[in-house]
Each structure stands twice: as C-alpha cells, then as structure tokens.
C-alpha cells in the first residue's frame, strides 16, 4: 500500500464530501455537536445531581448544613404547604417525612448519605485533633419511617449536638450511636421503608457503587461516533450506486488504497471529535487512545456493511446495528469499572478511570484494544475482498456476499487455517460480549448457556472458510478434501486460540464464566493442563472435519455436520468444566 | 499491445466468457461484437483490468491489468458513465489525473485540450447537473487523463442521441489516428463498420467469427447481385414498376436473365451489394 496514493484519495474524499453536504448533514452534526459541547461539561461539573432533590429544612435543624453540602440535595425552608404541594421531596421538622413518591424514597436515601457523609467528616477532624480511633456504626432506634405513611416521623437530630460528645481521650473509642449522635439516622427504619419496593436511590448511592457522572460522560465519547459512521457508510454506499466506484478500480490504484484513502478521513474527524470530547469533559490522552479502537471498530462493521448491503433500507440497518451493538459491547462492563474485572472487555472502563482521575495499567488498553483492532483489520480485509468490480455492483444476497469476501483469501486448502486464524479475534469479542451479557446471571445458567454459546461461534468460525470454498468450488467436493480442509482449519484455529489467551492477564479468570469462556484453569493440576492443551487441538480438528464433510455435501448437510460439530463441542465443554471444578 | 489467451470467466457458476484468445496490434480498432450477454463487457473488463480472469491470461503492453502499475497505460470508459455527481468536470478530471500522477500543469492542458475537442464548455458545472451527452464526454474525457496508450470503450454512443453518438464515433476514429490502440464494443454495427480495423464476433462467450471485416464478408456470404427485370421471375419482388431478384452468385445473375428471356422481358438493372456486419452477425448468430 502506498501511502502517498491513500493520502490523495482521502483528500479527495474529504473535498468530495465537503461539496456534497447538504443542509441535514450539517444540522445533524450540530446537533451531535452541542449535545457533546453542552451537556458533557455540565454532567462533569455534578450538573446531573445538582438540587435534584428539594429539603424543607429550617437553618436551626442539625440537619441544615448536611443539606447544604449535598451536590443533590437543596435545603429549603420547611412548609407544610409546600410539602403537601409536592414541591418538597422530603419535610425536616420535627421528625424526618418523605413525599410518598419514588424521588420522595430516593431523597431520603440520599439524606441518609448525606448526614452520613457529614458525620464522618466531623468525625475525621476530630480524629485528627485527638489520637483516638474512631468506630463509627449506625443503629436501628426501633422507630421507623414511612414514605407511604408520611405522619409517622424519626426523632433526633433537630435538636442533636454536634456528634463528638462520645469521645474521650486516652485512646478510647468512640462509639457514635444513633442514639449519641446528632445527625444519626435511623438506617434500620429507612432500609425498612426504601426496601418495600426495592432499593432506590440516585445510581450513584447504588451499592457496590457505579460511576455514574463517569460513565455519562464516557457514552459522550460514542455519540459523535455514530454520526461518523452515518457519513461513512453513505460514501460507501455511493461508491456502490450506479457503478461510480468502477473507474477509480480502474486507476492505478488498488482496491486496499481505495479502501485506506476513504476511511482514513473519517477515522481522523473520529478521533478528532474524541479529542474533543475528551477536552470538554476534563478526559486525557488516555481517553482518545482508548476510544480509538473503538472509533475502528465501528468504521470496520460499517463498512462491511455498506459492502453487504443491497440499497439505503439495508444499510440503515447496518447503521443502526453497528451503533447498537458496539455500544452496548464496551458500554455494558464499564458500568462494572472498579466493582469487577469485566470492566476490563470495555476500552470504556479506561475512559471512566480516566474521568476519576485514576489509571488504567497498560494490560487493560491491551485486553481491550487488541481484539477490537485485530477485529476491524480483519473486517477491513474482509470488506476489501469483495471491493471489487464483480462484487460490489451485484444484488447478490448478503449470505452469498460474506461467502465470496471469505472467498477471497482462500487460493489454496492451507488458506483455510489462516482464514481461522484471523476469525479468532471476532470469536474472542464474541465471547467477551457474551460474558458481559450472562455474567450477571447465576452461575447455574450463565455457565451452560456460555458453553453452549462458545461451541456455536467456535465451530462456526472454523467451519465456514470450508463451507464457502465448497459452494465456490475452490475446492473439490470430496470427502477426503473435506477431511483435509476440516483438520487444517482446526489446527489453524487451535493455534490462534493459544495466541490469544491474554486473558489472565487481567485477572478475568477470577470469574466464573471468564473461565468458561477462555477455558483458563490455572489451578488445575499439570497432568489436567497437559491433557487440556493438548485435547482443545484434538476438539477442533474432529469437530471441524465433521462440519467439513457436512459442507462437502450441499447446504442442509453442512448445517447438520454443523449441529454435530457444536454437540460434541458442547459435551467437551462440559467435560472439561467438570474436570476442572 | 493487448494478449488475451485461453480467457475464461465464470461468475457463480455461470460461464459469461469461454476459452477466448486474440491479439491486438499497436494502433488498431479492435470491434468486439455480439447480442446481449455474448461476453463483450466482460471480456472489455478483464482487458481493463477490472475483473479478473477464471483461467486464461490477459496482457497489456506487456503486464497483467489487474496489476494497478499495468492499468496506468489504459484508458477505460464503461458503458455507463458513473461520475461522481457532487464534483464539477474540471475537479473530477483533475482528481483521476492525480491518481495517474499526472502533474496538475500538464494536466489541465490535457483535461482543457480534451474537453475543448468535445466540445464540452460547461466545466465548472456539477457532473450531476449535466445531460447524459455531456457526462459522457466527461468520461471520454477522464478516460484520456493519462494520455493512455490503450483505450478500452464499452459501448462508447451508448444512449446517446445521433448527433452526439456521431461526434463520439467520430472521436474514437481520431484517436485511432492518433496512434493509440483502441478496443471498442458497440450494439450499433453500423458504428463498428465505420471505425473497427478488426472484428470479432462473440456469441454465448465464445468467438464465433474474427477477422477484418473483408475476411469475415468472405467468410460469411461474400457479395450479393440485386437483378431488376421488367417481368416477374421465380423469387422476384414487385418495386417500383419493376421487379427485383437477390442472387448470390453469377451463376444466379444467368439464371433471372435467361427466365425473364422466356417471359418476354428483359434484365434492366444488376446492383452488387456486400453483407452488412449486421447480415453477417445475424447469419453467425443464428448458425450458432
């Protein structure tokens, strides 16, 4: 590839573009652009949370100045009116009352955080004053509240002291009681009411803890994203509508030049909107290296799409999936940042670390880039195989399309190890994503349903490279073939699996289902692990010449060998756990 | 200047091109004829470059078209004109000139020169907004960006009204004078007849007839001999006041003359004619 020639068909794209932007274009991208520019910064400055709950709280009450340090809570005078009204969340007069509302429970969960908050930090000034150790502990009063019945109220506080009484010199510990402290609150009577119809509260006050400003902030770096990709596939597309793209196939230029030259613009304005973003919303350069995969990714999906679709309805699909899928696969685990290694799939959770100010070690941009850049170069390539006179201008449907881009690395049976070798990148994102999807659930299902799920891509993956040289007739349709194609791709992709175990290095083998996903068993015993490493080579090589004979013989026999092939998988899956637990 | 040998091209199993081989010489109008899906365009692609070839070979001057170095010698013009709408003529010349690294004085002489011989004015205008004659003289154009030493035309008048059809043959011819090679494909016979040195004839994927257009006349029926009499003879047709025999030989022309004898008439008039391609395509297409 000649980097001159890519470097001249992206200018030429992006004057191109420029001249064909029409008015909605532009609107569009003003719109993406104020959503970034106007709302990042106010959820970065704690604009989400601020005055979200309204206090009727006398300047008197000991509860006043808790109210007032609360991001979320605005401290009111109290009004009987105003309560009944519901122009108050939660009324602090003689006794705490709650609106009879879900905002109503949540406000008075967030009180309680907040006095909480407020305690401690008196506690920690005093602790520092005084070498003593403090044991801070909340205690049922017996008395509880009810947000349904707003009449029965909690006593204490109103008239506390300053919750330091307690403590005595010489080494003693405190023992801040409910009872003892000023701004207590009776945790055992407001779990009481907020447990009656679940837990509520702001995502925030959640437990374990998400990093919910972090996160609404790490989604702003995906929202350009999608428009880059609505002008991306449409340039593709426009290559593929009445044949324009077929004189610049006849240049001297190749279809690889082509393909760089057209995407390496919109790659940039994705990375320069990260920039962006990353800038309006205090993010790093740890953000923009994080993002960028994914910023591949989604160019990579698209323009396999654009290459598969057949008119504008099918490419709006494409869009709309290459949005909703990649979204939800690196927006999932960064809601698990800091709570669980799964956060580890997402570039995202780099991104959330980063807007809390911590970092993410190297093997983190590793685990979570790698598959995401492996995948959209092979997508790339895979496109680029059917960027092509005799393929980009058919209707052909898009099944038989995905067979000729495979196709299009196969010239000899040995192709068929390297076509599993570079699936294995998309096996491993569709694992993780599938881990990220069942990882929630109990072991009892997620565990099977994994299995199940890891067999039915594997054995996909490794199969259809031989499927696509039968229906091609690449290759001979003959048993034997079938046999040696089927044990080529097997091995092909045993090799590649071994490649692309990184996923110790993380620590996603403390999860159960990453164990299941990956096959790590790092605790089983070496007679265990010779016997693993060498079966898994054994597994694909049987359960891929099953597929391949199937695919020898026509369509309904390759699905009936493919069937085969994910049972026996199945079993050794389930074996292999077994063994392992 | 163009090699193609044993060429073969199957498309999901269907055949569009079987085992066709031919040579064209440096300068040469090469015709490339036949009926809807005979092979022409897909043959015309391979030559370009675009499609490659199931088995068989095909060189140009000397390289493989496929590879991009070798298509930097071609000029290509398929059969519809796909500009890329939203660029003005002069920017979309200028931006394939740059592909062929044509440096940007020489070629806007070229693209000016070109596009003032086709007498196309509008060349600020957006290729969209253009007529159909207009775009396709800007795809005449772009083929010649690179001062190509080969020309493959796709039915080069396609859809175009007479006068500009004529223009556009007429051009081809110029260019073959000019030196360069060209390999031409067009329904409209008639057009081929006026500007191809050599023909060949495809029908179903393969060559049916080659050769020059005299060598294909010899081949395929030679002269015909209208004979006017002024009585009615076996096979004669009442024209103007008088009645015409087609025979194909001068055994024939004896025959009309010796019957209108006997009838009391006379032979008053006896017209050559020679096969037109279409007669002679339309004879090779039905024999095959």
């Known amino acids: ?581 | 200047m163009i090699e193609v040998r044993d060429l073969r091209k199957e498309y999901a199993g269907h055949v569009a091109v079987s085992g066709s081989t031919f040579e064209v010489e440096p300068g040469e109008v090469f015709g490339v004829v036949g009926p809807n899906g005979a092979g022409k365009t897909t043959t015309l692609k391979t030559v370009a470059g675009l499609v490659e070839p199931t088995e068989g070979e095909v060189r140009v001057a000397g390289g493989d078209p496929t590879e991009a170095e070798t298509r930097r010698s071609l000029g290509y013009l398929p059969e519809e004109s796909p500009l890329y709408e939203e660029m003005t003529a002069l920017s979309y010349l200028r931006f394939f000139a740059d592909l062929y690294d044509v440096p940007r004085g020489v070629a806007d002489e070229r693209i000016h020169d070109t596009l003032d011989r086709l007498e196309l004015d509008r060349r600020e205008t957006r290729t969209g907004d253009m007529s159909k004659g207009m775009k396709r003289k800007v795809a005449v154009a772009r083929s010649l960006v690179n001062d190509p030493d080969v020309l493959v035309y796709d039915e080069p008048a396609s859809g175009l009204d007479p006068l500009t059809t004529n223009y556009v043959v007429e051009f081809v011819r110029e260019l073959a004078d000019e030196g360069k090679t060209v390999v031409f494909s067009a329904h409209n016979l008639y057009h081929v007849e006026r500007v191809c040195d050599r023909v060949v004839i495809m029908n179903e994927g393969d060559i049916v007839a080659r050769g020059t257009l005299e060598e294909i006349r010899d081949e395929h029926g030679g002269v015909e001999y209208t004979v006017e009499t002024t009585v009615e003879v076996e096979g004669a047709t009442e024209e103007g006041g008088g009645y015409r025999t087609t025979v194909e030989d001068m055994d024939g022309v004896e025959r009309v003359r010796e019957e209108a004898r006997e009838n009391g008439g006379e032979v008053v008039d006896i017209r050559t004619r020679e096969p037109s391609l279409e007669d002679i395509f339309l004879d090779v297409a039905e024999a095959t």
Not at chain 1, 131 to 145: E, Q
Not at chain 1, 244 to 264: D, F, H, M, N, Q
Not at chain 1, 309 to 334: C, G, N
Not at chain 1, 380 to 394: H, I, K, P, Q, W
């Open chain 1, 1 to 581: 590839m000649r980097p001159r020639k890519v470097l001249r068909i992206a200018r030429w794209e992006v004057s191109r573009s420029a001249g064909g932007l029409d008015r909605r274009s532009l609107a569009y991208a003003l719109v993406a652009l104020l959503l970034v520019a106007g709302v990042a910064p106010f959820a970065v400055d704690g604009g989400l949370y601020d005055s979200l709950y309204v206090v009727g709280v006398d300047e008197e009450s000991g509860y006043h100045d808790a109210v007032e340090r609360s991001e979320t809570l605005r401290a009111v005078e109290p009004s009987e009116e105003a309560f009944s009204s519901g122009r108050l969340d939660v009324l602090v007069t003689d006794g705490v009352r709650a609106a009879d509302t879900g905002k109503g429970r949540a406000a008075v969960s967030e009180l309680r955080d907040a006095v909480r908050a407020y305690n401690a930090d008196l506690l920690d000034g005093y602790d520092t004053a005084y070498p003593v150790s403090v044991d801070l502990r909340y205690v049922d009063r017996g008395t509880a509240v009810s947000a349904d019945d707003a009449s029965e109220s909690v006593s204490g506080g109103s008239s506390g002291g300053d919750g330091t009484e307690g403590g005595t010199d010489g080494g003693t510990d405190v023992e801040a009681s409910g009872e003892e402290d000023g701004f207590s609150f009776p945790s055992g009577g407001l779990d009481g009411v907020l447990g009656q119809g679940g837990r509520a509260g702001t995502p925030g006050g959640i437990t374990p803890p998400f990093p919910f400003s972090s996160l609404v902030l790490a989604f702003a770096f995906l929202v350009p994203l999608n428009f880059v990709i609505q002008a991306y596939s449409t340039s593709i597309m426009n290559e593929r509508i009445d044949r324009r793209g077929v004189l610049t196939l006849a240049s001297p230029v190749s279809r690889y030049e082509i393909v760089a030259g057209k995407t390496v613009p919109y790659f940039a304005i994705a990375l320069g909107t990260v920039a962006v973003v990353a800038v309006a919303v205090s993010g790093g350069v740890a953000s923009v290296v994080a993002v960028a995969p994914v910023a591949f990714v989604f160019l990579a999906l698209t323009f396999v799409g654009s290459m598969f679709a057949r008119s504008y309805k099918e490419l709006t699909f494409v869009t709309v999936f290459v949005s909703v899928s990649v979204t939800s696969y690196v927006f999932v685990p960064a809601v698990f940042t800091d709570v669980d290694p799964i956060a580890a799939i997402s570039p995202l959770s780099i991104v959330v670390r980063d807007l809390q100010g911590a970092t993410a070690p190297v093997s983190w941009y590793l685990f979570s880039g790698a598959p995401l850049v492996f995948s959209s170069a092979v997508l790339f390539s895979l496109g680029a195989g059917v960027y092509r006179e005799e393929d980009m201008f058919t209707q052909r449907p898009v099944r038989l399309k995905a067979l000729d881009a495979l196709v299009s690395w196969l010239h000899r049976r040995a192709s068929v190890a390297k076509v599993s070798v570079l699936l294995i990148p998309f096996v491993f994102v569709a694992q993780l994503l599938v881990v990220a999807v069942v990882f929630a659930l109990p072991v009892g299902i997620s565990v099977p349903l994994l299995l199940v799920v890891a067999a039915v891509v594997e054995e996909t993956a490794k199969s259809m490279a031989v499927y696509a040289g039968f229906v091609s007739s690449v290759f001979e349709r003959t048993t034997p073939n079938a046999v040696v194609l089927g044990a080529l791709s097997g091995v092909g992709f045993f090799v590649g699996e071994k490649a692309a175990h990184l996923a110790q290095v993380v620590g996603l083998d403390r999860l159960e289902v990453g164990r299941a996903a990956l096959g790590i068993a790092s605790d089983a015993s070496p007679l265990v692990l010779a016997v693993l490493l060498v079966a898994p080579l054994v597994l694909h090589t049987v359960t891929t010449c099953i597929a391949s004979v199937g695919a020898s013989y026509g369509k309904r026999e390759f699905g009936v060998g493919l069937s085969a092939a994910v049972a026996v998988h199945v079993a050794y899956n389930l074996a292999v756990v077994s063994l392992v637990a």
